[in-house]
């Protein structure tokens, strides 16, 4: 059975930083891209960031526009862990994040969004002037 568990949202004003944390297990971690998601309150569900399959050098990672150079993702396969780390939030980045374990041997090219299998519960980033 696939969990994917969010943790290390809270409240924070703008300007400041805070770093979400996804621990998964019940799938072979070092194989699947992982990917973050936000949905704020009436608003779609949007991709944040991805980053691809454990290999090489270093695995590949995309963003999404509005939180490039601001927030950054990385994993940890030996805790079977994601992280994205987040910083200047602004009250915008205000929302639900979502955890979710993508696609095998995915690099996070074209549309990553989309591929998205295994999903968290959220966790809540609220951003306060």
């Known amino acids: 059975q696939v969990q994917v568990v969010e943790s290390g949202g809270g409240s924070v004003q703008a300007g400041g930083s805070l770093r979400l944390s996804c621990k998964v297990s019940?799938?072979?971690?070092?194989?699947?891209?992982m990917l973050w998601f936000r949905q704020a309150a009436g608003k779609e569900r949007e991709g944040v960031a991805c980053?691809?399959?454990?290999?090489?050098?270093?695995?590949?990672?995309a963003y999404a526009e509005p939180v490039k150079g601001r927030f950054t993702i990385s994993r940890d396969n030996a805790e079977n862990a994601v992280y994205l780390e987040m910083n200047s939030l602004k009250p915008e980045d205000t929302a639900t994040y979502y955890c979710?374990?993508?696609?095998?041997?995915?690099?996070?090219?074209?549309?990553?969004?989309?591929?998205?299998?295994?999903w968290g519960q959220g966790t809540q980033v609220t951003v306060s002037l």
């Open positions: 019940g799938l072979t971690f070092t194989v699947r891209a």
């Open positions: 980053i691809g399959y454990a290999s090489g050098p270093g695995p590949e990672t």
């Open positions: 979710a374990a993508g696609g095998r041997w995915d690099v996070c090219e074209g549309s990553w969004t989309r591929r998205a299998e295994d």
